[in-house]
């Protein structure tokens, strides 16, 4: 079994910075990619940033210059830093990842519990 746990998030005034953290812990053999989402009330969740082992990080265009996605692979962790944090980033913030548990085996998708990101004066 595969668990993502995400933390960091919080309340933050318009321009401030937040750093996310989710660790993948569980039966892992192989970490394809890892990713973050986010759903604000009443929207359809949305990728945020995503990162492929092996390829360059990929970005929503409405925080390209503001987010940066990070991965630690040997502790099975990947950041987001948040900067510049604008009122229309407010949403739960969630960590995805496609991980194989077995040699030969498919990846399957993980979802983290979520983690609230407010920004407002």
């Known amino acids: 079994q595969v668990q993502l746990v995400e933390s960091g998030g919080g309340l933050v005034q318009p321009g401030g910075s937040l750093r996310l953290s989710c660790a993948a812990s569980?039966?892992?053999?192989?970490?394809?990619?890892m990713a973050w989402y986010r759903q604000a009330p009443g929207k359809q969740r949305e990728l945020v940033a995503d990162?492929?082992?092996?390829?360059?990080?990929n970005y929503a265009d409405s925080v390209k210059g503001r987010f940066t996605i990070s991965r630690d692979n040997p502790e099975n962790t990947v950041y987001l830093q948040m900067n510049s944090l604008k009122p229309e980033d407010t949403a739960v913030y969630y960590c995805?990842?496609?991980?194989?548990?077995?040699?030969?085996?498919?990846?399957?998708?993980?979802w983290g519990q979520g983690t609230q990101v407010t920004v407002s004066s």
């Open positions: 995805h990842a496609a991980i194989s548990e077995r040699q030969w085996s498919s990846p399957s998708v993980y």
């Open positions: 569980g039966s892992i053999f192989r970490i394809y990619a």
């Open positions: 990162m492929s082992s092996g390829s360059r990080p």
